[in-house]
């Protein structure tokens, strides 16, 4: 049988909201801490144990917020280039870099959508509960509640780059932690190649072209403990 080689592609949105949820529900751990977990993690998709051995781990992210805006609760100007949110992110990204085999591929933030939301959601901070009015507007918390501006070109990368690392046989199992459909191309193309595709769609159910394109499920979620 021929060695396995992994390359583990990382959809950062997807993975850090859930990852975070239930490793430091309280933002209170270091990204140097955070960046060491999430690495943890990612690297129990290799199979050492029986000759796998790890090519690469992607991480798809884009740069923090940069620019000014009024927060829509407090009407303070904020300048997201001196955010403490901003701060962290740009640390965790270099924290990232430091751990073996990981590549941060980064998208941008579009300029042009403005949304607001929660950073945590919890029993206060829920959007369809408040336009419910099933919670009172004075109990949000504006320290929990940021732009959400929406990430272009990550998704393009990622795709790319496991067609040419399938193309080139860098790697021979692809390990792809994300719930988002977009990527159904990739998976064909990777089975095409001989590649197995193992999907992370850390406990989410999956259906639909994605399910049907892939040669497993395999998650982690389960070991994940509070920081």
Known sequence: MAQRTVAIYVDAGFFTRIFTSIADPDMS??????????????????????????????FYDCPPLSHKAHHPITNKLIDFSKSNITKYKNKLHESLLHQPY?????????????????????????????IRGEIDHKEINPNNVSLRPRQKGVDMKLGIDIASVVLKKLANKIVLISGDSDFVP??????????????????????????????????????????
Not at 106 to 125: A, C, P, Q, V, Y
């Open 29 to 58: 751990v270091k990204p140097e801490q955070l960046a060491k977990a999430m690495w943890h993690y990612w690297i129990k998709h290799v199979d050492r144990k029986n000759g796998e051995e790890l090519y690469r781990i992607y």
């Open 102 to 130: 990981v590549a941060c591929r980064m998208g941008h933030l579009s300029s042009t959508d403005n949304e607001w939301g929660f950073i945590r959601k919890d029993k206060i901070h829920n959007f369809n509960k408040l």
């Open 186 to 227: 990739a998976a064909k193309l990777a089975r095409i190649e001989g590649a197995h595709f193992i999907l992370d769609a850390m406990g989410r159910n999956v259906k639909g072209d994605l399910a049907e394109h892939i040669d497993g499920l395999k998650s982690f979620k389960h070991q994940i403990k509070k920081l």
